[in-house]
C-alpha cells in the first residue's frame, strides 16, 4: 500500500518547475512523514461535485475520495457551516439544541439497541475511544483485527494498524486474522473461516493470559483489499467474540453514510448488529467530525468509571454540518444512487474483464468497489507493478484512484456518491485505455 | 476539578422546566460520560465577541473559554472558512498552496531550531503524535507529567491525563511530579525544586528500566492550578530531561496564540526552546484544528520509520481558519491587548483582595489568570468548597468561569483574548459582589 502513489523523486521527471517548486516548499515546512499521491503529484485549487480541479483549470474526476462523500464544497452544506460559524460555536458542556437534534437523527439510522452517540473529531479519535470503552465494559485488553487493517493514527489505534507499514509494532493484545477472502477462498465458506481464525486467536489470547476485548473490524475491509461479500459473512465471527465475552466494533469510518448503496451501513449487509459503530470520514464531508455509537450499557460502565470532553466535538458547527450531509443524502436519494450507479460500474468493470485477461476480479456493494488486478486468472498472482502503472496511467488522464490489499493489485473506487452513469463510462473508457496501454507495453 | 461544575440532579433545583427536558434528552441521547458545567446549566444559543446568549436572549460575559480566542464567531474567521470551505477541502496527499502559506507564517513565530509543522484535528492529537515521534527519536518510553497534569483524550494520553480523575490508571513509563508552585515554595527556589523533582522521577525510572523519552508539560500548568511564575522556572527540568536523552515536549494547547500576553508562546517566558511544541484550542477559533511544531531531526527519524496521515489534519480550510486568527491576532494587536487587560486584572484582582480574605493569591501571564481561594491566607487551606459556590454564584451573575487545581480551590480565568478593561470592570464587580454574599453567609 505503501508505494503505490507515494511522491517517488526519482520517478518525478514530468513534474513542472512550479510543482517541483511546491514539494521542495512541502519537504521544507513539513518534513519527511508527508507523502504525496503519485508521481506527478497534483496540484488542487477548487473542486465541485465529482470533480477536482489543477492550477491549470484542468478538471480531475475523483474516482477515490470517499470524505467528500455528497460531492465537493456541496453547496447546501457549505450554507449550513457557514451560517451556523456565524451564529454560535462552543463546546459540549452547555446545553445547546442542535447537538440534541444532530444526535436523534442520526441514532435513528441505528437500530434500537444502540441508543447512545458520542462525538470525537475524528475517525481514529472514534476508534481509540471505542477500544476504552470496550476495555472497561469487558475488562479484557485483547483486540482482533485483520492481516492489513486500518483503523486510525493515534497510539493506540496505529498499533491496530499494520497496513500503515514496517514502522508499527503490534503489541501483545493485539492479534491479527487473514481478511474474509471470497476470491481466495477456493469455495469454501469464507464466513466460517474468518471464525475460525477468530476462534484460534481468542484461544491463543487465553492461553497467553489476555481477556478478550474486541473483535475490530471495518465492515468492507477497505485495506485488505475491499472485501464486500458473500453478505452476512460476519456473523459467525460476530458470534464467536461474544461467545469470548468481547465486543464487536464495527468500524463504518469508510463504508458508512450510505456508500454501499444498501442502507446507510455497511454491517447490515451482515445480518448483525454490532456492540459499538464508529464512523468518521464522509460524516462531515470534509468537516472534521467522527464519532461512535453503542450500546447503553457499555457507555454506562465507561462512563461512571471515568469523564471524556472533546473540546470540539460534537460543537454546534459540527452537529449543523452533519445534519446538511443527511439532509443531502436523503433529499438527493444518493443510497439509492449508490446502489444504482455502483450496480451499473461493476456491470461495466465486468465488461471490461472479458477484454482485459488483468482483471481478476469485480467486487464490492453500491459505491465502495474493489477490482483485484492479477498477472494469472488461475493462479490468480498479484499484478502489483501493473497496478501502479495502472494507477499513474489513470492520473495522467486526470482520473483520480488509488489500490489496496496485500500486494496493492486492487484498486480501490470510491468516489462521491453524486457519482453518475455518465461518471461511470467516463472512467470506463478511461481504464479500458490504460489497461490496453499496459498490455501492449508489458 | 471533576466535581466544581459538573451538573449536580439534586441540586438543580432552579432549573427551567425546558432546561431540564434538555438535561433529560441529553442523557437518554449521550449517555453518562458527557458532564455539564453547572448545577443550573446554561443553554446557549449564540455568542459574539466575549459574549455568550441563552435561550431568552440573556448575554453572558465568557471569562472562561480560551478556544474562541479572538472572539466568538469572529467575522474575519467565519468568512475566511466559508469562502474556502466553498472553494475547495481535500487532503495533504495533493499538492495545495494553503497549507504551504500557513506552514510558513505559523513556524515565523518559533524560533529557528523547530522547523516542521505537523497538523491533526485536536490537541489530544498533537500530543499522542509528539509522544509517538518522541519515542521514536529516543528510544526511550518514559514520561514525566505533573501530578495534576492534563493532555489530552487519546489513550496513551489520557494516561498522561491524571486530572481526568479515578478512572485514568496511570502505566509504569509514566511518572508525576509536583507542579512548579511559587504560592506553596515558602520562599524556595521553584525552578530548581521543580528540577530535584524531575531528576527523582528519572533516576527512578532508570532503576526500573525505564529509558526517559520527554517531560511533557503545559507551559502555565492549567490544570494543576495556573502556574505562571516566576518566569524562568522551567529552564532547569529542561536541562535535566535533555542531560537523561529525553526531549522537552512543550503543550501549548492552553496558553499558546498570544494568551500570556508578552509573546505567541508561554514556553518563551521560560527562556527555553522546546524539542517539540504542541497547540491547539484557540488555534483555529473554535474550528477543529492542532498541531505541533518539532526540530527536523526528531520528524526525520520518524518519517523514515513510519508515514503519518491525518483525514482532515492541514486541510485546505482550516489552514484558510487558521491563517484568519494570525491576522485578527496580529491586526487587532491581540498579545498587546492580552498583556494590558491582563495585568489591569491582576492588580483589580489585588484590589479585591485588600478586602476579601479568602483570596489567598493572584498570578498570571497575560489573559491567563489564577486567583487562589483559601480558608487562611496563614495556612493556605484551599477554599474548595466556596471555590464551587462561587463559580456558581458567578453563573447566576451571567459570568462564565471555573476553577482548577489539587484542591479545584484556584479560579481558572481565561477569556477571550479580545476582552477589554470594560469586560474586566464587569467581571471584577460581579466577582466582588458574590464574594461578600459567600463571606456573608459562611
Known sequence: MTMINSFDAAAA?????????????????????????????????????VWLYDADGSAYLDVYNNVASVGHCHPHVVEAL???????????????????DYAERLLGYFPAELAHVMFT????????????????????????????????????????????????????????????NAYHAD???????????????????????????????????????????????????AAAIREAGGLLIADEVQPGFGRT????????????????????????????????????????????????FNTFGGNPVSCAVGMAVLDVIEQSHLIANAGDVGSYLRDGLRGLATRHEMIGDVRGAGLFIGVELVTDRKTRSPATAATARLVNGLREKRVLISAAGLHANVLKIRPPLVFSRGNADHFLSALDEVLSDISATS
Open 187 to 237: 469455495g469454501g465458506d469464507v464466513g466460517e473461516a474468518f471464525a475460525r481464525h477468530v476462534r484460534l486467536a481468542i484461544a491463543d489470547m487465553k492461553a497467553h493470559g489476555i481477556k478478550p476485548a474486541a473483535l475490530l473490524v471495518d465492515t468492507i475491509f477497505s485495506s485488505d483489499g475491499v472485501l464486500s461479500g458473500p453478505a452476512g459473512f460476519l456473523a459467525p465471527a
Open 121 to 180: 473529531c475524528t475517525g481514529s479519535e472514534a476508534n481509540d475511544l471505542a477500544y476504552r470503552a470496550a476495555r472497561t465494559f469487558t475488562g479484557g485488553t485483547g483486540v482482533i483485527i485483520t492481516q492489513l487493517a486500518y483503523h486510525g493514527v493515534t497510539i493506540a489505534i496505529s498499533e491496530m494498524s499494520p497496513s500503515l507499514g514496517d514502522g508499527i509494532v503490534l503489541p501483545p493484545h493485539v492479534r491479527t486474522v487473514p481478511a474474509p
Open 82 to 100: 457557514s451560517r451556523q460559524a456565524a451564529t454560535l460555536n462552543t463546546h459540549t458542556r452547555y446545553l445547546t439544541d442542535g447537538i440534541l
Open 261 to 308: 448503496g444498501e442502507g446507510m451501513w455497511g454491517f447490515s449487509r451482515h445480518g448483525v448488529v454490532p456492540d459499538i459503530v464508529t464512523m468518521g470520514k464522509p460524516m462531515g464531508n470534509g468537516h472534521p467530525m467522527a464519532g461512535l455509537v453503542a450500546r447503553p450499557e457499555i457507555l454506562e460502565t465507561f462512563g461512571k468509571r471515568t469523564r471524556y
Open 13 to 49: 521527471t514530468d513534474m513542472s518547475e512550479r510543482d517541483r517548486a511546491l514539494v521542495e516548499r512541502r519537504e521544507r515546512l513539513l518534513g519527511p512523514a508527508y507523502r504525496l499521491f503519485y508521481a506527478n503529484p497534483v496540484h488542487l485549487v477548487r473542486g465541485e461535485g
